[in-house]
């Protein structure tokens, strides 16, 4: 008895010689060999396309590459570190700011006159005997030969009286615990101070100022209400 078979793929009898003919490839088939290639020309016109890199900002004034400046990365941070923690940011001695001097803070924006005006009747270490910066990581600019970056985080305890602008602050016994913020320093071809940069907060989750810098961190922490980008509505 015959048995049927399950398989005829495999036992079907082969076609007369020079009648098989192979059966064409679905196009979608060929479609999909044909991507690989497609898709690596792609990529090389790409990268054959991809623009020079471009430099970054620096600020206009700054010496170009190759200038000579009169001041190694050592020296200027010396400098800074002078600036800083000997005239209190030229306050004690304006003999190192530059005539063109530029106070430039995220709020407040200065002249030289009125930047020693305005700063000299601060009388912040009045009620805050131990305010202290704690700066720290100064760093001359890799891209601007005459610019020095460094850190501060403000520290101290309001135990007295203080003036900031036309109000006296009276002592609140608070302590005053600012958060990480950048400032910097420029300097020309003399040594003296062209820009004094500062009061960017850095990471505003540190301190008890809200997260706000310089001035109104102070503030802030001593429970002035000073309102924050957002906070009006």
Known sequence: MAVACTAPSLFAARPPAGTYRPLARPAA???VAIKPRAAAETVSAAASTVPPSVSPAVLPGTPAPGDAFPFTADQLVALAQKVHFETENGVKDPAVLADDFRFEFPIIK???ATYLK???GFTFKEGIPNLNS??????ADKFEPNRVWFFVRTSGTHTGPFKFGNDTYEATGKTIQGPPELCSYTFNKEGKVT?????????????????????????????????????LG
Do not use: C, E, H, W
Request: proline share 4%; hydrophobic share 35%; glycine share 18%.
């Open 29 to 31: 088939a060929r479609r």
């Open 110 to 112: 200065f002249d030289r």
């Open 118 to 120: 305005t700063v000299s």
């Open 195 to 231: 820009s004094f940069t500062g009061g960017y907060v850095v990471d505003n989750r540190v301190g008890n100022t809200k997260g706000l810098g310089a001035a109104f961190g102070i503030l802030s922490a001593i429970g002035i209400n000073i309102p924050t980008p957002g906070s």
């Open 134 to 139: 704690n700066a720290y990581g100064f760093q």
